[in-house]
């Protein structure tokens, strides 16, 4: 069933590679879009296929919002990726089409714009087609991505919003685009940490923030070497230690089909982490304690999991500094934006 549905998978997303844009009809929108990028952050690469423009950011923020792409019109992107959560959800599992349950757990949607690779396994090879996956999977949204363009060109304003905004209807193609444009707008970088990093707020981190930062960066504890840089993750695939039965969900092994990719997953960003409990690939630990206490003990010694992870003997109190840096990484004006609500 699992080869048939990937199949199925990688034909559509074929045809989603397909449909080249037609030329540009005169009386599309294209006035670009404007963002401030924050300070430590590099400038977003736009896709030469999907520049942001103002109109497409609009439609793919309607679009996000609305049931209208699942099959019972019950079930929306903001179902499981709700903004309150930093577009993760509260759940291990978030139910989609009929509460039919998924295997994986919802992440957060901030700063996809900087990301090269899609999906834990790294199935996605770009933002502008990954909507694909959502709307037609049976335990999400359950809807032929065919039928929903249908359903939108039925309304005679919806289909001219498309027409404005791509110079085309609603289709497989415009659907995907506009979703991703207005992904790539969900940029967060406002945390305390930022404030005391880059903003020169000298007092935004605490004294047990500034303790559980030079924890996170110290070499014996290495949780920088996997989740590096201004956004927090090297974008890599790694054995993390958390089970040794992968029957449900063998990680990039679904992928690469290299036996040795048992169980490891694309590194999270670690941005607005207090905010997406549960954690890991299938929520399977509750709270950033449950997450240090994991990294402490070295994992569960999984055959494959990488070397740094290893028992840290941090005290009770060392434990306390590194959560404290992690909640550090929240930005509260990311999830009050209004630029990104309904
Ligand atoms: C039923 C819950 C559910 C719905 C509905 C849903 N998602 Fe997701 N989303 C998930 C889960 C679970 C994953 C993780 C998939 C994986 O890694 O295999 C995910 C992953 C993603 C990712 C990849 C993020 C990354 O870092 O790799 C993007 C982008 C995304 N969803 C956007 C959307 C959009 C756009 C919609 C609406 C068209 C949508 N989602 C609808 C649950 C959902
Ligand atoms: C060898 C690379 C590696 C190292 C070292 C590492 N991590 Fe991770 N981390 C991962 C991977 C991979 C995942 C995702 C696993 C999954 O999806 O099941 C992860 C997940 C997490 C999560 C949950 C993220 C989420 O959205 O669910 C947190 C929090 C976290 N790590 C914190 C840390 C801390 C703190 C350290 C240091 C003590 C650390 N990590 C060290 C690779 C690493």
């Known amino acids: 069933m699992r080869d048939l549905k990937m199949l199925a998978g990688s034909l559509s997303l074929l045809l989603l590679l397909a449909c080249e844009p037609e030329a540009t009809a005169p009386d599309v929108d294209d006035t670009p879009y404007s ?12 896709p030469a296929e999907n520049p942001l423009t103002v109109a497409k950011v609009a439609l793919g923020k309607r679009l996000f919002y609305d049931p209208i792409l699942s099959a019972d019109e019950t079930i929306s992107c903001n179902s499981c990726h709700r903004q309150e959560f930093a577009f993760a959800d509260n759940v291990a599992i978030s139910p989609g089409v009929a509460g039919r349950l998924g295997m994986r757990n919802a992440p957060s949607l901030a ?13 996605v090879p770009k933002l502008e087609i990954q ?14 991505i065919f039928v929903a363009a249908d359903r939108i060109n039925a309304l005679p ?3 001219e919003q498309f027409l404005r905004a791509f110079g085309r209807e609603a289709d497989a193609f415009t659907i995907t685009r506009a979703l991703a444009a207005f992904q790539r707008t969900m ?46 993750t090297n974008d890599d695939f790694f054995n993390n230690g958390l089970e040794l039965d ?40 509750p709270t950033l304690e449950a997450v240090v206490d994991h990294y ?28 404290a840096f992690l909640e550090s990484l929240t930005d509260e004006a990311f999830v009050e934006d209004e630029r990104f609500m309904p």
Not at 262 to 274: C, E
Not at 296 to 323: S, W
């Open 35 to 46: 963002y401030d990028v924050p300070a430590g952050f590099p400038i977003p690469v736009e």
């Open 111 to 123: 700063n996809l714009a900087y990301v090269t690779v899609f999906h834990k396994d790294g199935g």
């Open 131 to 144: 909507a694909g996956s959502p709307i037609e999977d049976v335990n999400e949204m359950d809807l032929s």
């Open 157 to 159: 304003e919806y289909r």
């Open 187 to 232: 940029i967060s970088g406002n945390s305390a940490y930022d404030q005391y990093s880059h903003q020169g707020m000298s007092t935004a981190l605490s004294a047990a923030q500034l303790r559980g930062r030079d924890l996170f960066f110290s070499d014996e504890l290495a949780c920088s070497t996997c989740h590096s840089g201004f956004n927090f």
């Open 246 to 285: 992968h029957s449900d969900d063998l990680g990039r092994r679904r992928i690469s089909l290299d036996s040795l990719d048992i169980g490891k997953f694309r590194v999270p960003s670690l941005r607005n982490i207090s905010l997406t409990a549960p954690y890991m690939h299938a929520g399977s630990l």
């Open 296 to 323: 402490n003990r070295g994992g569960v010694g999984h055959p494959l999991q990488d070397e740094r992870i290893r028992p840290l003997g941090l005290t009770d109190a060392e434990r306390a500094d590194l959560i």
